[in-house]
């Protein structure tokens, strides 16, 4: 059964950011900010409890220390330094879970590392070794380095697809920096190619085979509520004709 993730708890003091009450009905898996690009203790804690509160999977969403970029701006952190960073914010959100009686299910990296991770090798690993002692899943995307260096590290491995994001021509993910509404009619065409034929279009319009198990979609467009809404129905409405 192919899951609906999203990456969430990402507001910040009394900044308020993403729809996370209207999105977290539709979801599976909350892949809640630890602090690092997003995020603090009291915004954690209440994400946690809104997630447990539904019955949804927690993951943790660490990420460069660029609260200033929001985490979408590229760092150069040696591997260990790299590691101890996620280890630390995993580690802390870990401890949020336990206070409030959840278990992380997960681990999902978030912005501009996600995508360094999925074509340099140094990295994967570092975010490898940080989720390894946790002994828990990272998703990432199939085929790059984030599968290649779980697999070496002995770390289980889910492959994620992005419906609300344009893959470039070498089928790397392009983030923007800041997110405007995303094309629903666009999102439902990219989500049924890849449920029913595994398949995705990139922007010079070359279609590239895509394997995964989870869907991500992101809470700081302003409909994310609709795009949340409308992947739940196409993934419930596909689930029993999957390839």
């Not at 660490?62 to 280890?87: I, N, Y």
């Not at 390894?132 to 590290?153: Q, R, S």
């Not at 392009?174 to 049924?192: F, K």
């Not at 739940?232 to 689930?239: F, V």
């Amino acid at each position: 059964m192919v899951t609906l993730n999203c990456d969430m708890g990402e507001s910040y003091g009394n900044w308020r950011f993403g729809d996370d009450a209207g999105i977290m009905p539709h979801i599976d898996c909350a892949n809640i900010a630890c602090g690092f690009h997003a995020s603090d203790p009291w915004t954690m804690l209440k994400t946690v409890r809104l997630a447990l509160s539904h019955g949804k999977q927690v993951g943790a969403h660490p990420s460069l220390p660029d609260r200033e970029g929001f985490g979408r701006r590229e760092m150069k952190l040696q591997p260990e330094e790299l590691t101890a960073a996620f280890v630390y914010q995993i580690g802390a959100l870990t401890g949020m879970l336990a206070a409030e009686g959840g278990q992380l299910s997960h681990v999902k990296p978030h912005g501009i590392i996600y995508g360094m991770a999925a074509h340099d090798m140094d990295t994967a690993r570092a975010i490898a070794a940080a989720v390894k002692p946790f002994g828990i899943p990272l998703f990432g995307m199939a085929g790059t380095c984030h599968e290649t260096a779980a697999a070496e590290l002995g770390v289980a491995f889910v492959g994620e697809f992005f419906p609300d994001l344009a893959y470039a021509p070498g089928g790397s993910l392009i983030i923007p920096r800041v997110q405007s509404a995303i094309d629903l009619t666009l999102a439902e065409h990219r989500m049924v190619g890849a449920l029913t034929r595994r398949e995705l279009v990139t922007t010079d319009g070359t279609t590239r085979p895509v394997d995964f198990d989870t869907v991500c979609i992101h809470s700081d467009p302003p409909n994310a509520r609709d795009v949340a809404a409308l992947m739940r129905r196409i993934i419930d409405t596909h689930s029993t004709s999957l390839p």
